[in-house]
């Protein structure tokens, strides 16, 4: 039987596949991210998925399908990735204050057997409220989101920073679930 492999670490991640009832084994991509652009576009996180999935791909056997993704948050169409430290947090945080900015999440799958790829990205869109900036700082101490794009995870946000929402919230905590069942069905695994 084919085998998933998620190509991630990320604990959020997990929890999307395992609440989608898959078995799974976790093979962490080595992939240096390094974005030479701040510049958004779905041809940039699609190739970081990609890149994430085939560096494991290189490294499993000829039955399993492979799912390498990436998520990144943009505001007025400039990437904010993981912060550097808590200062770089807090700057993020004040721009993303009062503002709507998208979260994108591109999902690649390959299957190793076909040498078949799928890939998908889904956007979301997230609305924070004006934040004062003790909100922010009590945030970044408590919940230290320092490996997270855009500085924050919205399944633990306190209240008083989020407006609202549009579209997959599993998107925006890291991989649409919708996503993951698209990109498997059409690399021929089948789900019960």
Known sequence: MTKI???????????????LGLDFEVIPSNYEEKLETDVF???????LATQKACDVVN??????IVLGADTIV???NKILGKPKDKDNAFRMLRELSG???????????INTRTNRAALLSTT????FKE???DLINYYIEEFKPLDKAGS?????????FLDKYEGSFDNIVGLSSDAVKAVLNQLGYNHQ
């Open 5 to 19: 492999i998620l190509a991630s670490n990320s604990p959020r991640r997990k929890k999307i596949l395992t609440d």
């Open 131 to 133: 934040l004062s900036d």
């Open 99 to 109: 503002q709507t900015h998208m979260v994108v999440t591109a999902l690649c799958g």
């Open 59 to 64: 490294r499993v056997g000829k039955d399993e």
């Open 74 to 76: 943009v505001l007025h």
């Open 41 to 47: 576009s779905y041809d940039l996180i699609e190739d």
């Open 152 to 160: 924050y995870g919205i399944q633990e946000l306190p209240d008083g």
């Open 124 to 127: 979301s869109y997230v609305r």
